[in-house]
């Protein structure tokens, strides 16, 4: 009898342990910083990158994209062979937009064209209060550290945007977006002309499965299927 009294006593001892552990482990949300909640994002996103790279994720992943391109685009060879000529005749088409974008999805770099289209819309701007609140929410998801869609630009030009958020004019990501786009016409173009995507549209073919690839770190550019003057889409 004093045995199992002993045994029930130390039982419940490590419930009541267990619990505390649990509690301690599961707190508050509300305990939670916010850099702590970051890190954990980008984590699960490097873990689902990681997971898309994955042979049996690739095909059919990329072919449902493909798949919804050659559904619903209306490009003919001949317009598709005009965005050979030059990566501003590519951008302003929003086909070639759309193709130039799902191409950079292949390789992990979307965020560059997102920053880009985002500039865009935020030049359009009408009023200091729409300003005020599209520079803001472009800077957290494209510029600061540890940003959500981070885009690589140099410290001079991080520095001066940082410096200027406060007070937000509509030419504030101007030195931005010109970096980002030079950086997207020299590198991810001059691959997107020899990709299976662009060689598809310009033969007028329908597109295949093409592996997917991840790219540096060093040049890292949500989905859009439209450009939207709503500041919404960039919160």
Same mark, same amino acid.
């Given at each position: 009898?004093?045995?199992?009294?002993?045994?029930?006593?130390?039982?419940? +001892?490590?419930?009541?342990?267990?619990?505390?552990?649990?509690?301690?482990?599961?707190?508050?949300?509300?305990?939670?910083?916010?850099?702590?909640?970051?890190?954990?994002?980008?984590?699960?996103?490097?873990?689902?990158?990681?997971?898309? #790279?994955?042979?049996?994720?690739?095909?059919?992943?990329?072919?449902?994209?493909?798949?919804?391109?050659?559904?619903?685009?209306? *490009?003919?060879?001949?317009?598709?062979? !005009?965005?050979?000529?030059?990566?501003?005749?590519?951008?302003?088409?929003?086909?070639?937009?759309?193709?130039?974008?799902?191409?950079?999805?292949?390789?992990?770099?979307?965020?560059?064209?997102?920053?880009?289209?985002?500039?865009? $819309?935020?030049?359009?701007?009408?009023?200091?209060?729409?300003?005020?609140? !599209?520079?803001?929410?472009?800077?957290?998801?494209?510029? #600061?550290?540890?940003?959500?869609?981070?885009?690589?630009?140099?410290?001079?030009? !991080?520095?001066?945007?940082?410096?200027?958020?406060? #007070?937000?004019?509509?030419?504030?990501?101007?030195?931005?977006?010109?970096?980002?786009? #030079?950086? +997207?016409?020299?590198?991810?173009?001059?691959?997107?002309? !020899?990709?299976?995507?662009?060689?598809?549209?310009?033969?007028?073919?329908?597109?295949?499965?093409?592996?997917?690839?991840?790219?540096?770190?060093?040049?890292?550019?949500?989905?859009?299927? $439209? *450009?939207?003057?709503? *500041?919404?889409?960039?919160?």
């Amino acid at each position: 009898m004093e045995t199992s009294l002993v045994f029930f006593s130390q039982l419940n +001892m490590c419930e009541s342990k267990e619990k505390t552990f649990f509690r301690l482990i599961h707190g508050s949300g509300k305990e939670e910083t916010s850099k702590e909640a970051k890190i954990r994002a980008k984590e699960k996103r490097n873990r689902l990158s990681l997971l898309l #790279q994955k042979p049996e994720f690739q095909e059919e992943t990329y072919s449902s994209r493909s798949g919804h391109l050659a559904s619903n685009s209306r *490009v003919s060879p001949e317009e598709a062979v !005009k965005w050979g000529e030059s990566f501003d005749k590519l951008l302003s088409h929003k086909d070639g937009l759309e193709a130039f974008t799902r191409f950079l999805k292949t390789e992990f770099s979307e965020e560059n064209i997102e920053f880009w289209r985002a500039c865009e $819309d935020f030049k359009k701007s009408k009023n200091p209060q729409e300003i005020v609140l !599209k520079a803001n929410a472009i800077f957290k998801k494209f510029i #600061q550290n540890d940003a959500p869609k981070e885009v690589n630009l140099d410290f001079h030009t !991080k520095e001066i945007i940082t410096r200027s958020i406060t #007070q937000p004019t509509l030419h504030s990501f101007d030195a931005a977006q010109s970096r980002v786009y #030079q950086l +997207m016409e020299q590198d991810s173009y001059t691959r997107f002309l !020899k990709s299976d995507i662009y060689f598809e549209l310009i033969e007028g073919r329908p597109q295949r499965p093409t592996n997917l690839r991840r790219r540096s770190r060093s040049f890292t550019c949500n989905e859009f299927q $439209d *450009v939207k003057s709503d *500041v919404a889409i960039w919160l």
